[in-house]
């Protein structure tokens, strides 16, 4: 028994060879092009992430600045008058409010930036192999 390609008469593997080779390419510009697809959408979630990150950074920052100028503050009550414990005291209100700030605007970026997964690439390549196996069964 003969395979269709195979058949005299009718044009042997090539025309098979050539659909093969062609699915083929097509298939590697396909996983290229989603590869570019999920290298520039991580790098525009990496950059929020990056952002926010750098935001709490500078909050824990500020914060253990805050902390520091309430023990000074504590002690100079302790050790003096009014004046020099009170200027202490609106130090760390000042850098407390700092904090409080870069906390709230580094959790907005990290909450915009979203799931770290690359959601519209994942979208695409479930659209694709669905394409993918449509033809398949056509």
């Not at 510009?29 to 999920?38: D, H, I, P, Q, W």
């Not at 409010?97 to 390549?125: E, F, H, M, N, Y």
């Amino acid at each position: 028994m003969t395979s269709v390609g195979s058949r005299p008469g009718h044009g042997g593997d090539e025309p098979v060879g050539e659909l093969v080779k062609r699915a083929s390419q097509q298939i590697s510009e396909l996983v290229r092009e989603e590869m570019r697809l999920a290298g520039a959408e991580m790098a525009g979630k990496g950059k929020r992430y990056g952002i926010g990150g750098g935001l709490f950074g500078g909050a824990g920052l500020v914060g253990f600045l805050a902390a520091q100028a309430l023990v000074a503050g504590a002690i100079a009550a302790l050790a003096l008058a009014l004046p020099v414990w009170a200027s202490a005291l609106v130090v760390a209100v000042l850098l407390a409010t700092a904090a409080a700030v870069l906390a709230a605007v580094g959790r907005k970026q990290v909450a915009r930036a979203g799931s770290p997964a690359p959601g519209q690439t994942i979208d695409s390549i479930k659209a694709d192999v669905a394409e993918i196996k449509e033809r398949a069964h056509r």
